[in-house]
């Protein structure tokens, strides 16, 4: 009887009746693995895959990393919290039954069993998410650091996450950090939250970045062993409670890759109470104003470029560069006398033939677009710039001087002038090697560089054939995604095998002290309607030299379906390749997409044969920025087999989050396949 009030329960809580049954089980028994929970409980093979993944996308179910992998669930007092807080409109009905619940599920004798390997959860839907925060608030035993924006406190204070800090029991030991962007707008609701935390014993600690910087990705980091990432920008407060997705990690490579970004930001923040003060009075410091007039801005901002001896630093949109350029004599001026001109720019496809073209008289590097628009002249004067120059009318130039901030408050200065040294060394130098250069060579209209020879080689990779951008119209695609065609596949050279998904590729160009070489990074997402079933696998490729000249050659893979590996290692049977393709556990590799945004991460160590480097575990994060269309791209990347990819995507910006620091790729090396259908033929039908 006991076992039904539990059973009841579950499904009560939004859990199917299948998701009870195999909760239940695994609660009872000891970890299982999947075909012995299909014989226990007489399912069919194909539903318990995907209801053991929306066990585990609500916290309530874990696995091993072994292969194959067992599944254990939480135990029933943390799940049944979890699910409290999930069903907020609930809570109080469950909590009235929480000890019977308690008691009826201790008569079964559930046995519990944790899992504390390296892995990657996937929590989908708001009410899960903030019930998992509010979990590893309630663990936190020394530190809570957390990136986030206003929008997203606000939502988690709706969730009962700030009432949850406030009543931990070690609160005045624990140190809580917030990292957030502070404008005129939002004050209020920081005032507020300052406010409630000062009548509590709470030790909180709240800093906005510097130079107007942009915090894109949420991130919370709890004793510098667990961390969530949110994959969705969080900026909608009206969002429906079943919108929103995150990854949860504990593995200790990554977290100690968000902990370093974190800690970076940190230093380079200002106090939140100081940045209100300054906000409320607008005077950040004594020889600092803002200059409202636009003629009076920009004839101080021109005098001051004209009077420069040394050196010009600006962060800017290259479009915005371009209109000063021709519209002011002053940059040119300064370059004519020698004055050195660094140029921090968002680079894209569409901006990559100009930033060339100005090299010629200035330095310019890759900056990602989250930055306020700056210019330090000197290391003496420095300028920001809130409105960006709009178009080329006299009048819409001159807005972009309108509130203008400056000032030459040296302690202010010397602190802007050692970001900015530490962003320009840490920026991209402009290539004649982007992945398109690589990947499609015929269609490339980038003006060759002085040393194009010297890359030439670099613009192929083992296996490509020809492409041909277009030739599917996205209707098209679709078309043959709803049909998908799922052919069975036993024999390589005879069967063919069909893909299904999205993914992403990334040209890498990690600085020197990642010792790391440069490298392609492929990943893929593979549904369940795809020849092997669902996948996430990567692909790896580092130039080497073969007998056609230096070209791009796949050195790893790494899956984590056993039946495609199984399938990848007899194709490439008796090649190098053969010895590094590697099966990893489901929970080891993530890849995802949101919209136009696609993070993927690995928490074990990619090597890189024949070299002794391999990648340590790390994040990707591509960002899309416009539509790149579509195409169909033959290669023939395997022994006898024709490859043929049909997409539909984006081109995007990277960031690659290594343990020891964070690379940004400029906009020129990354695209995210949204949908994708890759088709490899045997040598008999080609």
């Not at 895959?49 to 194959?68: A, D, I, N, W």
């Not at 593995?251 to 968000?258: D, E, G, N």
């Not at 010397?414 to 992945?435: G, I, R």
């Not at 007899?570 to 696609?598: A, S």
Request: include cysteine.
């Amino acid at each position: 009887m006991s076992q039904e009030k539990v059973f009841k329960t579950l499904t009560n809580l939004g859990l199917s009746k299948l998701e009870a049954r195999v909760y239940i089980y695994l609660a009872k028994r000891n970890p299982q693995k999947a075909r012995d929970i299909v014989k226990a409980l007489k399912l069919i093979k194909q539903q318990i895959y995907p209801t053991l993944r929306r066990l585990q996308s609500k916290g309530m179910v874990t696995s091993t990393l072994e292969r194959p992998a067992r599944f254990s669930a939480v135990p029933f007092e943390k799940m049944l919290d979890l699910c409290m807080k999930a069903k907020m409109e609930e809570a109080q009905r469950i909590q009235q039954n929480r000890d019977e619940l308690i008691s009826d599920w201790q008569a079964i004798k559930i046995r519990e069993k944790r899992d504390a390997t390296p892995r990657f959860t996937v929590i989908e839907g708001r009410n899960y998410i903030y019930s998992r925060i509010q979990q590893m608030i309630q663990e936190t035993k020394n530190q809570l650091s957390i990136i986030t924006t206003v929008s997203g406190l606000v939502r988690a204070d709706q969730f009962g996450v700030i009432d949850t800090a406030f009543r931990h029991p070690l609160k005045s030991k624990i140190k809580f950090r917030f990292l957030i962007e502070l404008s005129e707008q939002n004050i209020t609701a920081i005032k507020n939250l300052l406010k409630n935390s000062q009548t509590q014993t709470f030790h909180f600690e709240g800093r906005t970045p510097d130079l107007g910087q942009r915090l894109t990705n949420r991130i919370i980091i709890k004793d510098e062993n667990e961390a969530m990432f949110f994959i969705d920008t969080g900026e909608d407060l009206h969002v429906t409670e079943q919108e929103g997705t995150c990854l949860w990690t504990n593995s200790k490579t990554l977290v100690q890759a968000f902990t370093a970004l974190f800690e970076d930001l940190w230093h380079n923040s200002t106090d939140i109470e100081e940045k209100i003060v300054e906000i409320e009075t607008g005077k950040p410091t004594a020889k600092t104003y803002i200059m409202s007039d636009v003629e009076i801005s920009k004839k101080k901002f021109c005098e001051t470029l004209k009077s420069a001896k040394d050196e010009i630093v600006m962060i800017t949109p290259l479009e915005d560069f371009v209109e000063l350029w021709k519209n002011t004599s002053s940059l040119k001026d300064c370059a004519r006398r020698g004055v050195s001109l660094k140029i921090m720019t968002p680079i894209t496809v569409e901006n990559l033939r100009t930033a060339k073209q100005l090299s010629e008289s200035c330095d310019i590097r890759h900056l990602p677009e989250s930055y306020l628009r700056t210019t330090l002249v000197d290391g003496l004067h420095l300028f920001q710039f809130k409105t960006p120059i709009s178009g080329k009318e006299k009048e819409e130039t001159l807005q972009h001087f309108k509130n203008a901030f400056y000032t030459t408050d040296s302690e202010y200065v010397e602190k802007t002038k050692t970001m900015l040294n530490e962003l320009w060394k840490n920026a991209s130098v402009l290539s004649s090697v982007t992945l398109e250069s690589i990947l499609n060579p015929r269609t490339n209209g980038i003006s060759p560089l002085h040393d194009e020879k010297r890359y030439s080689a670099y613009r192929k990779t083992t296996g490509y054939i020809k492409d041909q951008l277009g030739l599917i119209t996205e209707k098209e695609l679709l078309n043959k995604i709803c049909k998908r065609y799922i052919p069975s596949a036993r024999d390589p050279l005879q069967d063919t095998t069909i893909m299904y998904g999205n993914g992403a590729r990334a040209l890498i160009n990690p600085p020197e002290h990642l010792d790391l070489p440069k490298m392609i990074i492929t990943v893929f997402h593979c549904n369940e309607r795809s020849t092997f079933g669902t996948e996430n696998w990567l692909i790896v490729q580092i130039p080497q030299e073969t007998p056609k000249g230096e070209m791009y050659v796949a050195v790893t893979i790494m899956g984590d379906n056993p039946l495609a590996t199984d399938w990848r290692k007899k194709i490439h049977k008796g090649t190098p390749l053969e010895q590094n393709l590697h099966l990893i556990k489901k929970d080891e590799l993530q890849v995802r997409q949101h919209g136009n945004i696609l993070f993927t991460g690995w928490t074990v160590p990619i090597p890189l044969y024949p070299t002794e480097n391999y990648v340590p575990p790390s994040c990707m994060f591509f960002e899309g920025y416009r539509e790149l269309g579509t195409g169909v791209v033959e290669s023939k990347p395997s022994l006898g087999r024709m490859q043929k990819s049909e997409f539909y995507g984006f081109e995007a910006f990277v960031t690659f989050f290594h343990p020891s620091s964070k690379y940004s790729g400029p906009g020129t090396d990354g695209v995210i396949f949204r949908d994708m259908i890759v088709t490899s033929y045997p040598h008999s039908v080609q």
